[in-house]
């Protein structure tokens, strides 16, 4: 038998009476106990979690290898040299031949001084005995003197005659000088310069000089080539010249027409103490 009171409620059963709290009751606790419940989640949530800084990061995986960039290569000394070039290999025909003999021969007779060598390398064994025996002013007499031997004086005179100081006669000499003279000076051309204003073709450029190269000597390109020439073209071929060696890079420039200067660069060129035959081998004061 159930009854129902204003207070309470009492519940009838074989062991007694069973006593219940009112309805409103049971709601509210019921009401605080979920809140309750609400509250602490969030505290405990908190509680149980570490602090953001604390959390370490997850370790990489084990197949993972760590790349260490590898050091920059040391940096290497670098050194500069010079490389000397080979000497110029020639091939003479038979005229470069019997021409290089016969002006060899010209300055042996010249100097009285003859030596056993051929080609080329007897006309150089000449030169540097003229230069080792014989004064600056000996020197150039006697390359003069077997220029004039090597030229019969008919020839000389009438060339000398017949193309007086011309245009013609500039670019003539040029000219004859590439062909027949290349045995000597080496391999050459024919450039222009302006004469009075006008373009001529009166200027043989030579490259490198065989006779500069095969002595390395400046006292000996001065003294039995550049002077003694000016020289003999001037008196024997009524002709003025201007030889202009350049003793860096051993070319040169013969300029027909134009008058040596009095304050010539060349003579003022020191001697190249190291590489000199005539101060190697002679012992020469090659210088001017």
């Keep these: 038998m159930e009854v129902t009171t204003s207070s309470s409620m009492l519940l009838a059963h074989g062991h007694g009476v069973l006593h219940l709290p009112p309805a409103h009751s049971l ?37 993972r290898k760590m790349v260490t960039a590898a050091p920059p290569p040391p940096a290497r000394e670098t050194t500069t040299t010079t490389v000397t070039p080979p000497p110029t290999t020639y091939r003479d025909n038979w005229f470069d031949k019997l021409a290089i003999g016969y002006l060899s021969r010209n300055l042996q007779e010249a100097s009285g001084m003859r030596n056993g060598k051929d080609g080329y390398e007897g006309l150089i064994e000449a030169a540097l005995t003229i230069s080792g025996l014989l004064r600056v002013d000996q020197q150039w007499q006697t390359v003069a003197t077997a220029l004039e031997r090597a030229f019969p004086s008919y020839i000389l005179t009438m060339i000398k005659v017949m193309m007086p100081p011309s245009r013609f006669s500039r670019e003539y000499f040029a000219a004859f000088t590439t062909i027949f003279f290349p045995w000597l000076v080496g391999p050459c051309e024919v450039r222009e310069s302006e004469v ?19 002595t390395n000597c400046v006292g000996m390109c001065t003294n039995l080539c550049k002077i003694p020439c000016q020289k003999f073209i001037q008196g024997s ?26 304050d010539d660069p060349a003579l003022k060129q020191p001697c190249f103490r190291t590489k000199c035959i005539a101060k190697q081998n002679r012992q020469v004061n090659c210088s001017i």
């Design 27 to 63: 709601t509210k606790r019921s009401y605080c106990t979920s809140r309750s419940k609400r509250g602490l989640r969030p505290t405990v949530r908190a509680v149980m979690a570490r602090p953001h800084q604390d959390v370490a990061a997850p370790p990489p995986p084990a197949s």
């Design 196 to 214: 009075d204003g006008r373009k001529e073709k009166n200027v043989v450029y030579v490259p490198k000089c065989r006779f500069l190269e095969s």
């Design 237 to 262: 071929l009524g002709t003025t010249v201007y030889m202009s060696p350049n003793f860096e890079d051993m070319s040169c420039e013969m300029i027909f027409g134009q008058q040596p200067p009095e």
